[in-house]
C-alpha cells in the first residue's frame, strides 16, 4: 500500500502551483481538494505512487492553459518532472480539445473521445478515471443532501440532471465493458445509481 513519498509531496506542489486561485464548480472550495480526494481514493485502494500522482496531477493539462502556460509547455513539465508513465496516464483521462487531425470539438465530442481513448489506456489510467469519477459523483451527492432544491446543484451542469447522470453511467459502463474488473468500479456504480435518486 502506497503512503506518503517526496514524490507525492512534489505532485502536490506542481498540482497547487497550476490550480492556484481555481475553486470546484459552484463552490468555494480550492480547486486542489479535488486532487487531493482523488489521491486518497487511489491510496485507500492500495494503488501504487506512480497512480496516485498521476491521480493529483490529472486535471492540470486539462485545466491550466492559462497565465502563459501552453498544452506543449504542461506536457514537457509533467514529463520531465514526473516521467513518461505520469504523462502518459495523464493525456489518457485528459479531455482533448481538438483530435488528431486538428478539429474543435464540442462537448458531446469530447466525451466521446473520452470514452473512446479509454480502449487503449493503461488500467493505471483507468484506476484515475474510476477514482475521479468517485470523488466527483459523491461530491454532487453531498451537496443534494446538503440542499432543499436539488436544481441548485443540477444547474450547475450545462447537460442537467439527466445528462449528469448519463455522464457517469457511460464512464461505469465503458470500463466495464473493457474489462476492467478493479473493484472501485462497484463504488461508482453506487455513486451512480444514489445521483438517479435524486430528483
Known sequence: MTGYSDRINHAFAFAAKHHDRQVRKGTR???????ANVAIILTRYGQDDETVVSGI???????????????????ERIG??????????????TH?????????????????????????????ARWVCAADKVHNGSSILADLRRTLDADTVWGRFSV?????????????????SLGFAAPILDELRAVAEELEGYR
Open 29 to 35: 472550495l480550492p480547486y486542489l481538494t479535488h486532487p
Open 96 to 124: 482533448r480539445r481538438v483530435d488528431e487531425e486538428g478539429n474543435e470539438l464540442d462537448k458531446e465530442e469530447k466525451k466521446a473521445d473520452y470514452l473512446e481513448r479509454l480502449g487503449s489506456a493503461s488500467d493505471r
Open 80 to 93: 520531465e518532472k514526473f516521467g513518461p508513465s505520469v504523462l502518459q496516464t495523464v493525456l489518457a483521462v
Open 160 to 176: 442537467g440532471r439527466e445528462g449528469t447522470i448519463q455522464w457517469y453511467r457511460a464512464v461505469h459502463d465503458r470500463l466495464t
Open 57 to 75: 496531477l490529472h486535471d492540470v493539462i486539462e485545466d491550466c492553459v492559462r497565465d502563459g502556460w501552453t498544452q506543449e509547455m504542461l506536457e
